[in-house]
């Protein structure tokens, strides 16, 4: 007996449907509940994440569990010195409704998941990055959506919070001298879902249309 | 009346189960029928992608298609012309491998699509970029991922250019000054539906295990 390659799968329309809800419902969430997110089933979505696209197929993803309280404790103090420097940046009405914001869900969500890209990694031998070095952590990026997407799925929400200092947070969870920190995310079940995103609702910024992003040549 | 708010969907396991088929079965495809895509589709999928996280809800994305003849063989010499001096690189037999590859579907995919990220964008105000300015870049990233996993259960291959000169993209496709390339799509019916990575197969880089990807801090 030979072994049959495995057969492609067919996505029907009912199945594109719901894909298409699930983009629409995908939340950055910063209102968390704090009942835990069962081990296995974090496991299972960092799984899934590797299964993105990544240059040379380098893989260069590393996912870091940040579990202990003092190194959280020292994340949630970088984002909120990050934070009220940047409130600084804002003037007048704007600086008012900044800090009227929940920029972060760091107190509340169980999870606390980094994600770095490793630049030393060997996988992949450079393949495809000599003239766009950054599609490495592109590479990185991709797998954080991934992961977010399946995070949804489940009924999990993520948050990525971007205002912290990435080499501050390097430092906190001794991370190895070629990794660059992509995201930190804040992973748990949401307090509430939304179909629209919290910036649009808090009037911050609302959504384009599509001719705003479409261009031809 | 009051306007009642829309009920959030729920995905069930089938879905999930289906879901996680998709990120399996979602490959980089350099072989690529030349038959169209259809306009509508194509735009349904950028319309998805424009669903994708952006920081700030900045939705830096904008795509750009390219069907003028003479640009687009201007994209495909750019493209060998950054294929040879990669080669270059690669010495014995990973020389020899590299040249066996195929990188790109330039030649036959119906669709080109460049997708930049405006990084002069007033949308998001700023918002989430102070300490981490290339969460920017990530959001554009994002929607590629996005658009990605959409076209795959449409049945659509999408291919990531990467070996390519970007300043040269932009100069071919006259975009405006604050513009940056994140990324080169071929975009067409895959020749063959396939599970495991071209690179994979090739010989090139297999996958890692989750063990080499996951720590704990």
């Known amino acids: 007996m030979t072994d049959l390659p495995p057969k492609p799968p067919e996505f029907d329309a009912a199945f594109r449907e ?11 969430v910063r209102h968390f509940r704090t009942d835990p997110v069962a081990a296995d089933l974090v496991e299972g979505l960092i799984s899934q994440a590797c299964l993105s696209p990544s240059v040379g197929n380098s893989q260069p993803w590393r996912f870091v569990l940040v579990e202990d309280a003092v190194r959280r404790r020292e994340i949630r103090d970088n984002f909120v010195k990050a934070n009220e420097a940047a409130l600084g940046d804002y003037e007048g009405e704007r600086a008012a409704a900044y800090a009227k914001l929940k920029l972060s869900g760091l107190d509340d969500a169980p999870t606390h998941l980094a994600v770095f890209v490793d630049k030393g990694t060997e996988r992949g031998h450079g393949l495809g990055r000599q003239t766009m070095p950054e599609v490495l952590e ?7 959506n991934t992961l977010w997407l399946a995070a949804r799925a489940a009924g999990v929400g993520v948050g990525w919070v971007s205002i912290i200092d990435p080499d501050a947070v390097c430092e906190t969870l001794a991370a190895p001298e070629n990794w660059r920190l992509i ?13 629209d995103p919290e910036l649009q609702r808090a009037g911050w910024q609302s959504r384009g249309h599509l001719k705003d992003f479409l261009f031809r040549r």
Chains 1, 2 share one sequence.
């Open 18 to 28: 719901q894909l298409e809800t699930l983009f629409v419902w995908r939340r950055d």
């Open 183 to 195: 995201a930190y995310l804040c992973i748990g079940y949401p307090a509430a879902a939304h179909r």
């Open 138 to 144: 592109y590479s990185g990026v991709a797998a954080v």
